[in-house]
């Protein structure tokens, strides 16, 4: 399933990249290049976008509420074009293929040849550029919604490589320090194929012991108490792991605030597993995925953090060591 998604996204971006191309180049007709905005939309299961570009093929109906279009509400334009609807008996705007057939068809050097009057030939010519300025108003509205969409995929991409830098420098970590617990990160994604409780605290359970351990090997176990860069008195025993692990990046990281949210967030999560929900009191809400899902995020950028300044400190002995001798 998530090697479908990122497949998805990879098509996606490829796909923007062509439709901003053809929108730019000018060279293809409008209809061609709503259909692929439209393959753009559901490859990004973008039920609004669909909805809008639908809208923009066939036309809008006589009566439209533009909230329909939801988050593509901003690209709709009133201000365009329109038809009478014999049916209806009103105004209907019409599609962006059909405004491109009449800007084509009342083109200067068509309209010579059908050998109107000259007041009718100023009057066709006239409306041709009405046309053709509102054509390209609502033509940089799609160019618009296929920007932001391969802008998002871009940033989407930078980051899914920083997380997969940080993912491999964690996995490296763990396997070289704490190898026993490897094995928990298997369990991990064996537990995510289950969508139930009892899955998500068994993902929450093996991720407690790969951060126990991770602490085990950086931190060792101490009885006195730890106080933090705010004053705050921590235990650092053996239950501690967190507030350990926390201490040690607090004495070896820059990212302060950073690491002060992913604490923040990484507490609340475990407090969730610790304590189902209670509606009485309405501390706390079930166990979701989504919760599991950044408690994993949380604990490979944690792990990477200290497998980062692990390695600082390993090229600064071996550095020392050698000037030494």
């Not at 990212?255 to 002060?260: E, V």
Request: hydrophobic letters at 40%; aromatic letters at 8%.
């Amino acid at each position: 399933m998530e090697e479908l998604r990122t497949s998805n996204l990879k098509t996606a971006k490829e796909l923007s990249d062509v439709i901003l191309e053809d929108l730019e180049m000018n060279q293809l007709p409008i209809s061609q290049i709503l259909m692929k905005t439209k393959r753009l939309a559901r490859l990004l299961h973008d039920s609004d976008a669909q909805k809008w570009i639908d809208f923009e093929i066939t036309g809008y109906p006589p009566v439209f509420d533009p909230a329909e279009l939801g988050t593509c509400r901003k690209y709709f334009t009133s201000d365009r074009p329109v038809l009478r609807d014999d049916r209806m008996r009103k105004p209907r705007p019409i599609g962006m293929p059909q405004l491109e057939s009449y800007i084509r068809a009342t083109l200067p050097e068509n309209i010579q040849k059908l050998g109107p009057q000259d007041a009718q030939k100023i009057q066709i010519v006239n409306r041709h550029h009405e046309m053709l300025n509102d054509f390209e108003r609502l033509k940089t509205a799609v160019h618009n919604y296929v920007t932001e969409v391969n802008i998002a995929l871009s940033v989407g991409e930078y980051a899914e490589s920083l997380f997969e830098d940080s993912r491999v420098a964690a996995d490296r970590f763990i396997r070289e320090h704490c190898p026993r617990v490897g094995e928990e990160l298997l369990a991990i994604n064996e537990q995510l194929d289950f969508y139930n409780p009892e899955s998500f605290s068994e993902a929450m359970i093996a991720v407690r012991k790969i951060l126990a351990a991770v602490a085990d090997s950086v931190v060792p176990v101490q009885e006195s108490q730890y106080k933090d860069r705010k004053g705050r008195e921590r235990k650092i025993g053996q239950d501690q792991y967190l507030n350990r692990i926390f201490a040690y990046l607090e004495q070896n990281a820059k990212s302060d605030a950073f690491l002060t949210m992913i604490e923040a967030e990484m507490s609340y999560i475990f407090a969730k597993a610790d304590h189902p929900a209670d509606n009485l009191r309405g501390l706390y809400e079930p166990l979701s995925r989504d919760d599991v899902e950044l408690a994993i995020i949380h604990m490979y950028l944690i792990v990477a953090e200290i497998a980062k300044i692990r390695k600082v400190e390993t090229v600064y002995l071996n550095t020392y060591a050698s000037k030494m001798q």
